[in-house]
């Protein structure tokens, strides 16, 4: 690989597995240090007003899921920002970004996933905003490559924004541990036909496969990248 280490930042719990737990898991098989940082808390959007309180238990064990998911990948560490479930846009974008920015500074990373900028969920177009502000290529600044993924039942539901992919990661040989980690997330798993079915997520590899010959896939759009 050309990196040492890459930063894969999502908005919600699992959003990290079906955008790219495939490639995830291939990177660390190949040397690559990956961490994920995991801003959203993923559960308080399911009441009319915010109560962390009253959802701390489904909170910490949805934290412990993650931790079990990404562990199954290889990812060497997951963080969690806590911020406000499917609400990000009742902050003001630099508290996001200032979030983002410990992370990116802490640990270094070459290359950076994110969110596709057009999704309908609302936390995934200010995670994109905020991380692009993040990674911006000042002078010294570690990030080479900055690469967006879409996210089942989000990025297709857009219709009038198309993913439009350019760049292919082969995970043929790590879509079996992609599939086994959505698993661990069970309770933001849906039965077939939603988007976020285990059948759906191979089917989604499966066809972007065919679109380059290959088995299977994760498609991304090359946001930034330099050599």
């Known amino acids: 690989m050309l990196i040492q280490r890459c930063l894969v930042i999502a908005a ?9 737990g495939g490639t995830m ?40 899921t993650a931790r079990q998911a990404n562990k199954l990948l290889g990812v060497n560490e997951v963080f969690f920002g806590s911020l406000p479930d499917n609400r990000f846009d009742c902050m003001d974008l630099l508290d996001i970004i200032k979030v983002v920015e410990k992370y990116v500074d802490m640990l270094q990373p070459e290359w ?5 900028c057009d999704d309908l969920n609302n936390d995934h177009r200010k995670t994109f905003q ?10 010294g600044h570690s990030v080479t490559g900055f690469f967006s993924f879409p996210v089942p039942s989000s990025t297709e539901w857009n219709f009038e924004k198309v993913f439009c992919p350019n760049l292919f990661v082969d ?18 798993m849906r039965e077939w036909p939603h988007p976020r079915s285990l059948k759906a997520i191979e089917d989604h590899a499966r066809q972007f496969g ?18």
């Open 12 to 20: 919600h719990p699992d959003d990290e597995v079906l955008g790219c």
């Open 25 to 64: 898991n291939r990177f660390v098989s190949e040397g690559v240090d990956v961490c994920c940082l995991i801003l959203g808390e993923g559960v308080t959007s399911r009441d009319e007003q915010r109560n962390v309180e009253l959802r701390r238990n489904e909170i910490d064990v949805l934290k412990e």
């Open 112 to 116: 950076v996933f994110t969110h596709n």
């Open 130 to 139: 905020a991380v692009q502000t993040a990674c911006r290529p000042v002078p």
């Open 171 to 188: 995970i043929s040989s790590s879509l079996e541990k992609k599939m086994q980690a959505a698993e661990i997330y069970s309770t933001e």
């Open 210 to 227: 065919v679109c380059v010959g290959k088995s299977a896939v994760e498609p991304f759009k090359i946001i930034r990248m330099g050599l």
